[in-house]
Protein backbone atom coordinates (compact mmCIF):
# COMPACT_ATOMS: atom_id res chain seq x y z
CA UNK A 1 0.00 0.00 0.00
CA UNK A 2 3.19 2.39 0.63
CA UNK A 3 3.75 1.95 -2.95
CA UNK A 4 0.33 2.91 -3.95
CA UNK A 5 1.00 6.02 -2.10
CA UNK A 6 4.29 6.96 -3.57
CA UNK A 7 3.51 6.99 -7.29
CA UNK A 8 1.46 9.24 -10.09
CA UNK A 9 0.60 6.68 -12.22
CA UNK A 10 -0.36 3.06 -11.82
CA UNK A 11 2.19 1.95 -14.17
CA UNK A 12 4.89 3.22 -12.01
CA UNK A 13 4.51 0.48 -9.84
CA UNK A 14 6.44 -1.76 -12.40
CA UNK A 15 9.90 0.35 -11.17
CA UNK A 16 9.68 -1.46 -8.05
CA UNK A 17 11.51 -4.68 -7.84
CA UNK A 18 9.22 -6.43 -5.30
CA UNK A 19 5.68 -5.48 -7.65
CA UNK A 20 4.63 -7.23 -10.67
CA UNK A 21 1.25 -5.89 -12.09
CA UNK A 22 -1.20 -8.02 -14.02
CA UNK A 23 -4.33 -7.74 -16.04
CA UNK A 24 -6.76 -9.07 -14.06
CA UNK A 25 -11.19 -10.19 -14.88
CA UNK A 26 -13.57 -7.01 -15.67
CA UNK A 27 -10.48 -4.64 -16.68
CA UNK A 28 -8.81 -4.67 -13.42
CA UNK A 29 -5.28 -4.68 -12.41
CA UNK A 30 -3.78 -7.04 -9.46
CA UNK A 31 -0.01 -5.66 -7.89
CA UNK A 32 1.58 -8.34 -6.49
CA UNK A 33 4.17 -7.80 -3.82
CA UNK A 34 6.53 -9.79 -1.69
CA UNK A 35 5.79 -11.80 1.05
CA UNK A 36 2.55 -12.95 -0.91
CA UNK A 37 0.26 -9.61 -0.95
CA UNK A 38 -1.86 -8.60 -3.54
CA UNK A 39 -3.88 -5.77 -4.02
CA UNK A 40 -7.14 -5.48 -6.61
CA UNK A 41 -7.54 -2.45 -8.35
CA UNK A 42 -9.71 -0.66 -10.69
CA UNK A 43 -8.45 1.46 -12.50
CA UNK A 44 -10.34 5.36 -12.72
CA UNK A 45 -10.52 7.10 -16.01
CA UNK A 46 -8.57 4.98 -18.82
CA UNK A 47 -9.89 2.58 -21.00
CA UNK A 48 -8.73 -1.13 -19.50
CA UNK A 49 -6.01 -1.52 -21.63
CA UNK A 50 -4.21 1.42 -20.99
CA UNK A 51 -4.54 0.90 -17.30
CA UNK A 52 -0.91 1.74 -16.87
CA UNK A 53 -1.90 5.67 -17.23
CA UNK A 54 -4.55 5.43 -14.39
CA UNK A 55 -3.53 8.30 -11.88
CA UNK A 56 -6.24 7.06 -9.89
CA UNK A 57 -7.30 3.30 -8.82
CA UNK A 58 -10.34 1.70 -6.22
CA UNK A 59 -9.10 -0.79 -4.25
CA UNK A 60 -11.41 -3.67 -4.86
CA UNK A 61 -9.67 -6.59 -2.49
CA UNK A 62 -6.81 -6.95 -0.27
CA UNK A 63 -4.51 -10.25 0.30
CA UNK A 64 -1.64 -10.43 2.21
CA UNK A 65 -0.64 -14.75 3.31
CA UNK A 66 -3.97 -16.70 3.63
CA UNK A 67 -6.10 -13.75 4.56
CA UNK A 68 -8.24 -11.83 1.73
CA UNK A 69 -10.47 -9.04 2.70
CA UNK A 70 -12.62 -9.09 -0.77
CA UNK A 71 -16.46 -8.03 -0.17
CA UNK A 72 -17.54 -8.52 -3.54
CA UNK A 73 -15.85 -11.94 -4.45
CA UNK A 74 -13.75 -10.07 -7.30
CA UNK A 75 -11.71 -12.18 -9.10
CA UNK A 76 -7.64 -12.36 -9.43
CA UNK A 77 -5.83 -13.05 -12.14
CA UNK A 78 -5.47 -16.90 -13.00
CA UNK A 79 -1.85 -18.00 -12.43
CA UNK A 80 -0.56 -20.71 -14.78
CA UNK A 81 2.68 -21.94 -15.92
CA UNK A 82 4.12 -23.67 -18.91
CA UNK A 83 6.69 -26.68 -18.16
CA UNK A 84 9.69 -25.86 -20.86
CA UNK A 85 9.46 -29.80 -21.34
CA UNK A 86 6.06 -30.14 -22.75
CA UNK A 87 6.19 -30.28 -26.91
Do not use: Y
Not at 10 to 16: A, D
Not at 47 to 56: D, I, L, S, V
Not at 72 to 82: I, K, L, Q, V
Amino acid sequence: MNELDSVDRLGLLEGFPHVVLLPAPAGRVAARGAEETGVLLEPDGVPKARFREAEAAIVVAISSGDRDFNPEGAAWPRAFATSRTTP
